[in-house]
């Protein structure tokens, strides 16, 4: 019986120093781990209070870099980069490169968060190379892609965009390329036409309109391009496509139009398709457009009946200006009550945008193709409304 005893005894006591011991290093890890979040969270908040280079640098040397640290290390330097503060940033991706235990697959992103920087510090040559570097990569090749035709955009250099746009298209059939390389042939067609080689020009356009069918600018500088070259009907067809590519543009088509019978077509035949094209989409421009024919070809007094009757239907600030002016001419006189509406009316129209990005709200009285804030082209567009279109 004695024995049995001892024997248990003996098994109790084993269990309980397995107990102990496995539980008691459990601890001990669980509170190393706890220790170096502790000293990771005081570390940051001593790099983010002092933002001194010295910290910074004392900072990324000290923490190691490995496949669990090299996000933490990333993430750092774009906290910087986006707060403006890119010699911090650089900083960081440079070390990062620089560490030979970097795991060689994160070398890639951590070359593209360092162009970023290069790009943000307006340093273009070092960013334009290491994009070029990335292009062949399978995960990062599109995005470098990318951010190196927006470089080019930047610097006017519109052949190295169009030849990235071009390798891209191959591989990547998204619509907004296809239009980026048109609006990038535009320019360079755009620039024959300066240069007056026509020939180069017209063959631009035509591409342009091949990459994107939709592309606005093109047909309007192949519209101007048939005017100096004397081909007039094409030149007024060329106008009259802008409506099937994309009414948002009629305004701009209804001025280069309207310029183009003045001096060269039929005020009479202009007025039929002018009012097809308002019925189907009304804007200022078109109504005005068409008040001004119907005023040439019939008389003043049909164009006021035709302008009031449709500011009943499309009320339009510069509508109102135009009906108080034809009534003033009627009258051989303009009314003190007219001269004040036509004031007001101006004074408001003044400082108004004319233009804005349906992107991300860019505003303005210029038509840009590029997009100043969000470098997206053709987005930015008239207007609508009582003040504008």
């Known amino acids: 019986m004695e024995l049995v005893f001892n024997w248990l005894l003996l098994t109790v006591a084993v269990a309980v ?42 900072f990324v040397q000290s923490l190691p870099v490995n496949k669990d640290t090299v996000s ?189 019978e003045r001096d060269h077509g039929d005020v009479g035949r202009l007025f039929k398709k002018l009012k097809k094209l308002y019925e189907q989409h009304p804007s200022t421009s078109l109504l005005l457009a068409l008040v001004e024919s119907v005023e040439r070809s019939s008389s003043r007094l049909a164009a006021i009946d035709l302008l009031r009757q449709e500011l009943e239907v499309r009320p339009s600030v510069r509508g109102l200006l135009r009906l108080v002016e034809l009534a003033g001419y009627e009258k051989g006189m303009t009314t003190d009550e007219g001269r004040l509406v036509s004031r007001i009316g101006h004074l408001i129209l003044a400082n108004r945008p004319i233009y804005r990005c349906v992107n991300c709200g860019f505003d303005g009285q210029q038509l840009h193709w590029l997009c100043p804030s969000c470098k997206q082209w053709e987005t930015v567009r008239p207007i609508q409304g009582v003040e504008a279109e």
């Open 17 to 58: 120093g397995w107990l102990v011991g496995r539980y008691g290093s459990s601890y001990r890890r669980s509170r190393k781990t706890i220790s170096d979040v502790d000293s990771v969270k005081d570390r940051l908040q001593f790099l983010f209070t002092n933002y001194s280079d010295q910290a910074v640098e004392n």
């Open 72 to 260: 933490l290390h990333l993430s750092i330097g774009s906290h910087f980069r986006n707060k403006g503060e890119t010699d911090r940033a650089t900083l960081i991706h440079q070390n990062l490169l620089a560490r030979p235990e970097l795991p060689a697959r994160y070398t890639p992103k951590v070359t593209l968060e360092l162009a970023m920087d290069y790009l943000s510090a307006g340093l273009l040559d070092r960013a334009e190379a290491l994009f070029q570097e990335l292009m062949g990569d399978r995960d990062y090749g599109r995005r470098a892609s990318r951010e190196l035709i927006e470089l080019y955009q930047q610097e006017k250099e519109w052949e190295k965009a169009g030849q990235v746009a071009k390798t891209l298209t191959r591989t990547d059939s998204d619509p907004v390329m296809f239009k980026t390389l048109a609006y990038i042939t535009c320019e360079l067609a755009d620039l024959a036409l300066k240069e007056d080689d026509r020939w180069t020009a017209k063959k631009l356009f035509r591409e342009a309109l091949e990459y994107d069918p939709s592309c606005v600018r093109a047909t309007l500088l192949l519209m101007k391009l048939h005017i100096r070259q004397g081909n007039f009907r094409e030149a007024g067809k060329q106008g009259l496509k802008v409506f099937q590519q994309n009414p948002e543009f009629g305004p701009e088509a209804v001025d280069r139009l309207m310029q183009l």
